[in-house]
């Protein structure tokens, strides 16, 4: 992770990986150690209100870091499997902040689907500060699958409550969004939306979100298959969807882009598909091109690579 300026200056930079990884280069320090190793799984990156760094990764695992990327402040996570021993702390999967700095959570269970893992199946709101000694509860808005199999006491939530009491067993918000889905579209049915997966929420203003849902990932290619963004608000109502996108045309199978960018500033949301005509294509990449080795030569003049990576050695370097 590297942390830059306004003006584009690196201000600092961290590094944390699996050890047997990282051993086999030395160039940015070695083996990582401690907490920062589990970061190697992350996929998910926020910046709280305090300058915080929330990373997350799947199994709803959360990690604090430090503003100036100094340490891991705290860990947050669940064994991969239902029955596995080990952590059992968990938080959220993907997190993003409202204006005022509430967060934008999803959480996941068991038994989605009949996985024995755990699968992202809430959309969740928590209404107070997150900080590595205080982890609030969530407010659950949403569902995707209703009714997950073979739920007992242990895998209620209790960090995350709909109508005050912990998620879990057959309690959850309903209708889900596959059953909303369901019934709002005439020609679909509920095998359409049967293994279908959550994708990160985005914020368009303060009490409204849009959730991303799509369908079964096949092997042999789901173009055509459904998918939908939802809009929610912070009360959990469906209050719409994003309308105008071809099932077969605008497919975000095509590429697996699932994922949704919003200005909550403008209310806007913003989704950018594959151009339908590719013929500036040539001359666009041989402008990139030209620019790209200009440029190139100007950064390998300011920056010195060394085995493959390019390392800024005025910015200091932390270690996780």
């Known amino acids: 992770m590297t942390r830059y300026a306004p003006d584009g200056a690196v201000l600092a930079t961290a590094v ?33 209100p305090d300058g915080t760094l ?17 340490a891991v402040t705290a860990h947050y996570g669940a064994s ?10 968990p938080f959220a999967t993907w997190i993003s902040t409202t204006p005022s700095g509430r967060l934008l959570c999803t959480t ?18 928590a209404d107070q500060p997150f900080a590595p000694s205080t982890k609030p509860s969530l407010r659950a808005l949403a569902s995707m699958e209703a009714e997950p199999v073979k739920h007992t006491e242990a895998d209620l939530r209790p960090g995350v ?9 057959d309690h959850r918000p309903r209708p889900s969004l596959t ?7 005439l020609t679909a049915t509920q095998y359409d939306w049967h293994d279908a997966r959550l994708g990160r929420p985005a914020v368009v203003r303060e009490d409204l979100f849009v959730v991303p849902v799509y369908g079964h ?12 963004f939802v809009l929610v608000s912070d009360e959990g109502e469906f209050v719409g969807q994003l309308g105008g996108i071809h099932l077969h045309r605008d497919s975000p199978f095509t590429g697996l882009c699932f994922e949704i960018a919003a200005d909550p500033a403008r209310e806007r949301i913003y989704r950018i598909p594959c151009p339908a005509m590719l013929g500036d294509l040539g001359q666009v990449v041989e402008d990139a091109l030209r620019s790209y080795v200009k440029e190139r030569t100007a950064l390998k003049k300011q920056w010195q690579p060394v085995n493959w990576h390019w390392v800024d050695g005025a910015a200091p370097l932390h270690r996780l």
Not at 57 to 68: C, F
Not at 80 to 89: A, N, V
Request: with cysteine; hydrophobic share 30%.
């Open 108 to 125: 996941g269970e068991n038994g989605v689907y009949n996985y024995g893992s755990l699968i992202g199946n809430i959309v969740s709101l």
């Open 161 to 169: 409550l709909f109508h005050g009491r912990p998620v879990g067993m």
């Open 179 to 185: 059953e909303h889905l369901t019934a709002l579209e």
């Open 16 to 48: 944390s990986g699996q050890s047997e990884y990282m051993r086999q280069d030395t160039t940015l320090g070695g083996p990582t150690t401690g907490l920062g190793e589990e970061l190697w799984w992350a996929k998910g990156l926020c910046v709280l």
């Open 54 to 70: 929330a990373v997350t990764a799947p199994n709803d695992q959360t990690h604090l870091v430090t503003a100036d990327l100094t």
């Open 80 to 89: 991969r499997r239902r029955h596995e021993d080990g952590l059992s702390d």
């Open 217 to 228: 990932i096949y092997r042999g290619g789901s173009r055509g298959r459904r998918f939908a």
